[in-house]
């Protein structure tokens, strides 16, 4: 079948278009219900029907012969280890930690906070979870304390699983000593820490709450799938928004399990048996969908790789996973390409490796630049394919889709709508903009399956966020434009969040906790263009009249707060003392305007502006 008409039908019928879908995944109870909506006028997929995503992804394929074909591959060059798990093994270790967790008294609708590093015990937890119908929440490794205690407070987890270390390359990471003082600092305090002891570090688990994973899991009996509605959630993801606080995006089982495994053969072209690797982590989006739960309900073999693209050992890492495990589908960050690409340029690792095996690379997380594009499809000689995406989706909307017509890439653009997902662009009024025009872009509703329903335990955020711009669209926070052929081409955020290393993260937190320091009276943190990271945090502070400082170990104290407080994963590494900040006569601080003087773009003085003479003052910092 065509893209177009594959498309269309989705446009056409949704509700016939999506249950016709839902019948590829094995339900307890089919759905009555496709689409509904809830009192708040919310949209619903499939929410009656009875299921569990662990089911599918793991005893469903033990059910039907694919027992003893490989689940996942662990494959971590930072601790020398590869460990094949079968789906039947995977089955087994589940079923035993979703025992354990039942012991430890939690129950469906529960949630656990998940903290862990790439390990194939951080995807048990997670599947773990879903099989007794509790919520899970991964939280990234590379987060500090501050970030996970915040949301310990939202999420309320009655466990925490973790590790006793991370690896990054070489350097271990204590998890646990971030966890106690997580716990320390949130206001709400969980039963129970499970902690998964790795050889390279052992962690104290001296505290009453604390709970040794091999130890308890020995003793633990396997429980069986429990059943839960189509609409009950599978997991939250907190995202970062343009506040200090980040969201929780929320996932029902139901509309998830169908995107997902649609996506798989639609946009990936992969079918079960394949190898699919999505070199990313847990902690995001990408790794809940794409390393987790598609490729085991598509009966795949997924790989979680604990390791860099490059530096474990070389800029070759990437190329020896896909020969050594026959790697299909390849899917990773540009970032992380631009840093093979730097260390490798002219591709002398690319040509060791047989990759055969590969038909197609994918990448998300950021807008592949078309050097980098050019670079990496003349390289290896394959279809590169950009596709764009949010957590709050879970899954592509716009993509080149694979498993139908394939369509001509245009370098720089995310290709074209995905099945369910009507891609208008709106002007700042919500007026649809002609061809080639910039603006917002936007979904209009309703949303396909798997797309968030709601902030965790905050409505009226979502709908602030999301839906009360423009009424009857959800907007992304992205901008871009279609052209004539109707490709999409995404440009970038129209709001403060920046996306550093394909980590998304918001100015506006850093923002609030730069201007905590006592010698700061205000700041504006935007982001600067960045070869390697796409993005880079760059702080700009007004002091307080009343203090004299070292302004060089003031940036020094200022990177650290944000280090402690956020994480590494910030990367906030650059600040400048300013006389002020350019502001709009009414007081509102012109950070667009201060993002594209620093990236040396063109710009309109706004009309709006207080006293210009404030914009030559960010200029001569260049
Ligand atoms: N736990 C603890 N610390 C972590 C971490 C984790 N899980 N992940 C990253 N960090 C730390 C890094 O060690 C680094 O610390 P440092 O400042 O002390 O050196 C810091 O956070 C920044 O990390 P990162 O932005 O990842 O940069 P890097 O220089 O270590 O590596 C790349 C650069 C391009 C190789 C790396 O960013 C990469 O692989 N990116 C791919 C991102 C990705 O997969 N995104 C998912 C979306 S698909
Ligand atoms: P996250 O929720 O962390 O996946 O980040 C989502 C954001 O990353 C989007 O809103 C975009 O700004 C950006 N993004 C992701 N994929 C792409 C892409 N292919 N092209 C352009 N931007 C992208």
């Not at 910039?438 to 949303?447: E, S, V, Y």
Request: proline residues 6%; glycine residues 8%; contains cysteine.
């Amino acid at each position: 079948m065509s893209y177009q008409a594959e498309y269309d039908h989705s446009m056409q019928n949704p509700e016939e278009f999506w249950k016709e879908k839902a019948q590829d995944v094995s339900w307890f109870k089919f759905p009555d219900k496709i689409l509904s909506q809830d009192e708040n006028g919310i949209h619903h997929w499939f929410a009656d029907g009875e299921m569990n995503t662990c089911y599918m992804a793991l005893d469903y394929h033990v059910e039907n012969g694919r027992g003893d074909q490989a689940a996942l591959i662990y494959d971590s060059p930072v601790t020398d280890t590869k460990k094949t798990y079968t789906y039947k093994e995977l089955r087994d270790e589940v079923a035993t930690c979703a025992g354990m967790l039942t012991e430890l008294g939690t129950t469906k609708g529960d949630r656990v906070i998940i903290y862990m590093p790439m390990i194939p015990e951080a995807a048990v937890a997670m599947l773990a979870c879903a099989r007794i119908g509790a919520i899970h929440s991964v939280v990234f490794g590379g987060f500090a304390p501050r970030e996970l205690a915040i949301r310990i407070d939202d999420a309320k987890p009655r466990v925490i699983m973790s590790a006793s270390c991370g690896i990054e390359v070489k350097r271990e990471i204590a998890y646990k000593p971030m966890l106690d003082e997580a716990i320390k600092m949130a206001e709400y305090k969980p039963e129970h820490c499970v902690v998964f002891q790795r050889p390279e570090v052992t962690a104290d688990l001296s505290s009453e709450r604390d709970i040794d994973w091999q130890e308890a899991c020995a003793k633990a009996k396997p429980v069986d799938c429990v059943p839960v509605n189509g609409s009950d959630l599978l997991y939250i993801l907190y995202t970062s928004g343009t506040t200090g606080k980040p969201k929780g995006v929320v996932r029902e089982n139901g509309g998830h399990a169908v995107a997902m495994k649609y996506s798989m053969k639609a946009i990936y072209d992969v079918k079960p048996g394949d190898v699919y690797w999505a070199a990313s982590d847990v902690g995001w989006v990408v790794g809940h969908s794409y390393i987790i739960y598609a490729p085991l309900l598509q009966g795949c073999t997924t790989i979680l790789y604990e390791g860099k693209p490059i530096m474990t050992p070389d800029a070759g890492a990437f190329w020896r996973i896909v020969e050594e495990y026959k790697v299909k589908a390849l899917f990773t960050a540009p970032t992380a390409f631009r840093a093979i690409k730097k260390e490798d340029p002219d591709g002398e690792f690319i040509k060791q490796y047989d990759l055969s095996s590969l038909v197609n690379i994918f990448s998300a997380g950021e807008r592949l630049d078309p050097p980098t594009y050019e670079w990496l499809s003349e390289k290896t000689e394959r279809p590169v394919i950009d596709h764009w995406w949010q957590t709050e989706t879970g899954w592509a909307i716009a993509a080149n889709m694979m498993g139908y017509e394939v369509k001509p890439i245009k370098a720089g653009s995310a290709t074209v709508p995905v099945s369910g997902f009507n891609v208008q662009i709106l002007d700042d009024n919500g007026q649809p903009v002609p061809s080639g025009v910039q603006g917002n872009i936007t979904l209009k509703l309703p949303l396909p399956p798997s797309c968030l329903t709601t902030i965790w335990q905050d409505f009226n955020r979502f709908k602030s966020s999301y839906l009360d711009t423009y009424p009857g669209y959800y907007f992304s926070g992205d901008g871009g434009y279609i052209d004539e052929e109707g490709y999409l081409f995404v440009m970038g955020r129209v709001d403060d969040v920046i996306n550093v290393a394909g980590h998304r993260l918001s100015t506006g937190e850093m923002e609030e906790i730069v201007g905590k320091h006592s010698a700061v009276a205000e700041c504006s943190v935007v982001g600067r263009n960045d070869n390697l990271k796409g993005q880079m945090p760059v702080g700009f502070v007004v002091l307080k009249s009343s203090v004299t400082v070292d302004e060089a170990e003031l940036s020094k104290e200022l990177v650290q707060l944000v280090r402690d407080s956020i994480g590494p994963v910030a990367c906030f590494k650059e600040v400048y003392i300013v006389p002020r900040l350019p502001k709009t006569r009414s007081g509102k601080i012109l950070r667009k305007t201060i993002r594209q003087i620093f990236n040396q773009e063109e710009y309109v003085v706004p009309s709006t502006i207080d006293d210009p003479e404030s914009l030559n003052e960010i200029k001569a910092l260049l």
